[in-house]
């Protein structure tokens, strides 16, 4: 008998990449690894490694129609970070929905829509184009509402900070004037779920293996819950060089100019101020049952402290 399809969109990338590897690891489905360029030195890895892949573009209905064609599951992501526009991320992921059409089980890639907590009218952070306190998290969470109404037998996958964003967003550790090692974020005391970014697509790969009771479920993950000032320990630890925990506030991150400091002042603040929302929902005992090997804070951080650029 044929194998069951998974088709993956953001095959080429974090969440979808680390899903292609688990399910190319497990070998029970086939692989579509959706890429908008197949030629890519990625995509063609994917093709090596025995994935199928396929081209389709989130923007576009009829690719997307054709990709997702005669799959059992399909795992959507959007990239907000390519375009910095709620709008647009809301329609890619309508458009998913809307192709997913015979896929038995979806797993759709989301955050929360932070507006339910925090409306607009709430002065205590800026509204943000318009009609958004979280732009890139509220229109995930929007789009929630269209997998449901189109009746699309989804699990909704919560993500959390990646730790690699200490190596690709410059979140890591930074000097100081006086050469100091800081750590800077609005995060006061509160706990920050992170998570290395392929275990979340473990964690999608065991959801698809649970198969059916996912459906209509939300799942909140995260490898580990620190404070900053905890962070900060561990790569003083592993670094061997003291590293503080600067707390700023928001207000203050807002107004660091480098693009998407508004939004990601207003994403902190948000975990912030809604710590017991945010993070009491990610428990890593939940995330662990989905996938055994949860890399913690510290194992990630020994695997790839050599990676972190020190500014
Ligand atoms: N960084 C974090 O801490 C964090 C935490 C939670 C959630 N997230 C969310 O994660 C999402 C990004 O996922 P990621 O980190 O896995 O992405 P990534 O590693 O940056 O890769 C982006 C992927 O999206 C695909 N893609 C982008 N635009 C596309 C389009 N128009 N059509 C088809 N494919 C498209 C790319 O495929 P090709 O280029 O091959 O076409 C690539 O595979 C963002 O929405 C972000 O908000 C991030």
């Given at each position: 008998m044929a194998k069951k399809i998974i088709a993956v969109t953001g095959a080429t990338g974090a969440q979808g990449g680390g899903l292609v590897q688990a399910l190319l690891r497990d070998g029970t489905y086939a692989v579509r690894a959706i890429t908008r360029?197949?030629?890519s030195d990625k995509a063609r890895a994917l093709a090596g490694a025995g994935a199928d892949v396929v081209r389709a573009d989130l923007d576009e209905d009829a690719s997307l129609a054709h990709a997702f064609a005669g799959a059992y599951g399909a795992f959507c992501v959007t990239n907000y970070w390519e375009y910095f526009s709620p709008e647009r991320e809301f329609t890619q992921a309508s458009n998913m929905a809307q192709a997913v059409k015979g896929v038995e089980h979806v797993i759709w890639s989301t955050l929360e829509d932070t507006r339910k907590l925090i409306p607009l009218s709430d002065n205590r952070m800026p509204t943000l184009m318009g009609k958004y306190k979280v732009p890139h998290f509220d229109a995930k969470g929007e789009a929630d509402n269209v997998f449901r109404e189109l009746r699309v037998p989804t699990t909704f996958l919560l993500t959390s900070f990646y730790w690699e964003n200490f190596i690709y967003f410059g979140a890591g550790p930074q000097r100081d004037p006086d050469g100091k090692l800081a750590l800077t974020f609005p995060m006061g005391d509160a706990k920050l779920p992170g998570i290395a970014a392929e275990d979340i697509g473990k964690a999608a790969y065991a959801i698809f293996r649970g198969g059916?009771?996912?459906?209509?479920e939300s799942v909140f993950i995260s490898g580990e819950n620190l404070s900053g000032t905890e962070f900060a320990a561990a790569f003083t630890e592993a670094l061997g060089e003291e590293v503080v925990y600067n707390d700023v506030d928001p207000d203050v991150y807002r107004s660091f100019g480098f693009p998407g400091a508004d939004e990601m002042g207003n994403m902190f603040q948000f975990k912030r101020d809604f710590e017991s929302d945010y993070a009491g929902a990610r428990v890593r005992s939940e995330a662990l049952e989905l996938v055994p090997d949860l890399q913690d804070f510290e194992t990630w951080l020994a695997a790839n402290k050599d990676r972190i650029p020190l500014g």
């Open positions: 360029q197949p030629e059916s009771h996912f459906i209509g």
